[in-house]
């Protein structure tokens, strides 16, 4: 069994003494520690903490971002379904465009209840426990769509999926950011929406060889394998430490590091931390600026992360390309979209700790922005092709509907909406798609990370609900160019925001993050 750790007290001496002149952003002035330019070396030329030292914690990570994967599986499950169920034999099953519009956009709804309830499930059973929760409302869920006989099961099934999926996505960023070290903290923030993708993109697949009940059945898999795992994996640290239990938290570090591994003066940063924010938040600390600034940026970057427009281009989709007289066959739309954002995940994978995340951000909101832009002007001034109203492919066809293209496209600037779209999700799922839920885990304080991680999920639906559902409420009012010049205006406001507001956190520890906000210092917001 592994023993506690014995630090001798001179070295931590001289760690504490070292920690607490360590610049920040290497910024002058003895009041205020910054990020130091280059981090100090342990004693002894140790390798300094943040380098990978053991492959261990990639296993730790994909246990949890199996969540993820069920959840991108889930997300698109209605894509096949849908159409199948609109013409079903089965009078009790077959879908109305109202009920085939409320089986899509539910989930979000499910999913703003399961951020809800990991405000308090996060702190209550901890980030792993929370993530092996969301197992049985997943499986439950599947199970009642897979064996459905009635509408209401169908309904109560993707319902059930949404929360889990909502649970999920507030508890893993959180989880891999506590567990990571800071040199792969980014790229390992980018796994849960690489692992989303590839979920989907397993569906689409199983739903050009299985029947819609099938696909349920098959969503149990990965639910399966996701508990199995994690109960093998140990808990974050910081959670541990939080509740009291040292020696486990020493053992859960060491496994993650590895055997090698220095990880005194890191389980001492730590261990310092959480004891000095060892009670609950009062209300009065709220209104604190170390408190409020970094959960304000946190929701707001939700909430603007979902006014870009995702949400309702991914689930209307088929039926703006009808619009825009694309000819596009319906097989093939899933497959380009998940292609598109497979590969764009993975440059933000791979660049995210190297290019840091303000970078990514600008040019992913720039990208969104130039790709909104072009859309909206096409839509306005592209002659249409047999319909004098872009709404009409809007109003005729059903979320998840495989109607044809309205008339044939005879010039290659039709390509123009195809490849619009294209940009738009390439510059979505290399910044701002996969960095909110990243920075969402590495900004907030650890005593308010469960509740304000819960938030910002919670947050994030209710927006992506009421964006699908006043959609098309907006296109029949105004024409289909108006919501992609809106969803451009708020692409440069993205940039002011994260010009203004958004740290960057490339390479810095938890601690060292947190630190900077209990400064007040405006000059790491540059």
Not at 154 to 159: F, Q, S
Not at 218 to 243: Q, T
Not at 518 to 523: H, I
Request: hydrophobic fraction near 50%; glycine fraction near 8%.
């Amino acid at each position: 069994m592994l023993q506690p750790l014995r630090p001798d007290p001179a070295w931590l001496g001289v760690t504490a003494a070292r920690a607490m002149q360590e610049p920040l952003l290497g910024a002058e002035g003895p009041d205020y520690d910054t990020f130091p330019k280059k981090p100090p070396p342990s004693p002894g030329e140790r390798t300094r903490v943040g380098a990978l030292q053991n492959k261990w914690v990639f296993l730790a990570t994909f246990a949890a971002v199996l969540g993820n994967f069920s959840f991108g599986y889930a997300l698109v499950y209605t894509s096949p379904v849908i159409p199948a169920l609109e013409h079903s034999s089965d009078p009790s099953l077959r879908l109305t465009q109202t009920q085939a519009t409320w089986f899509g956009s539910v989930f979000t709804l499910g999913a703003a209840a399961g951020g809800l309830s990991a405000m308090v499930l996060n702190d209550l059973l901890g980030r792993k426990l929370s993530i092996m929760f969301s197992a049985v409302p997943s499986a439950a869920g599947y199970a009642l769509m897979a064996g459905a006989r009635a509408f209401w099961m169908l309904l109560l099934g993707r319902t059930l999926t949404g929360f889990a999926g909502g649970l999920t996505a507030a508890c893993i960023p959180v989880y891999l950011s506590e567990i990571a070290p800071p040199g792969v903290r980014g790229a390992l923030g980018a796994t849960p929406q690489l692992m989303a993708v590839f979920g989907s993109m397993a569906l689409y697949a199983l739903g050009l060889l299985l029947p819609w009940r099938w696909l349920a059945v098959a969503g149990e898999g990965p639910v399966v394998v996701m508990v199995l795992l994690l109960s093998f994996m140990p808990n974050s640290p910081r959670f541990l430490l939080s509740r009291g239990r040292d020696a486990e938290a020493l053992r859960a570090l060491a496994w993650l590091r590895g055997a090698q591994a220095d990880i005194r003066w890191e389980f001492q940063q730590i261990q310092d931390n959480v004891r000095r924010q060892s009670s609950r938040v009062s209300w009065a600390e709220i209104r604190a600026p170390h408190m409020y600034r970094p959960v304000a940026i946190a929701v707001l970057m939700r909430f603007l992360q979902q006014l870009t427009g995702i949400t309702p281009l991914l689930v209307y989709l088929q039926s703006i390309f009808s619009s825009t007289a694309v000819l596009l066959p319906p097989q093939d739309d899933a497959a380009i979209v998940g292609a598109v954002r497979l590969f764009a995940v993975m440059i933000a994978a791979l660049t995210m700790d190297r290019a840091g995340r303000k970078v990514l951000l600008f040019v992913s909101a720039s990208i969104m922005f130039v790709a909104n832009l072009t859309l909206g002007l096409y839509i306005s001034f592209v002659p249409k092709h047999g319909t004098h109203n872009t709404t009409a492919g809007l109003e005729s066809v059903p979320v998840g509907g495989a109607a044809q293209p309205l008339a044939t496209p005879t010039s290659l600037l039709t390509l123009v909406p195809l490849l619009a779209t294209m940009l738009f999700i390439t510059g979505y799922a290399m910044g701002w798609g996969p960095i909110t839920w990243l920075l969402m885990s590495e900004i907030l304080p650890l005593r308010a990370r469960g509740v304000a991680s819960g938030l910002c999920v919670l947050v994030s639906w209710l927006t992506a609900f009421a964006l699908t559902e006043s959609f098309l409420l907006v296109v029949d009012a105004f024409s289909l160019q108006v919501p992609f010049f809106f969803f451009a205006a708020i692409c440069l406001l993205n940039l002011v925001f994260t010009g203004c507001c958004v740290p960057e956190t490339k390479g810095r520890s938890l601690e060292h993050i947190e630190s900077f906000f209990r400064t007040g210092r405006r000059s790491f917001l540059q």
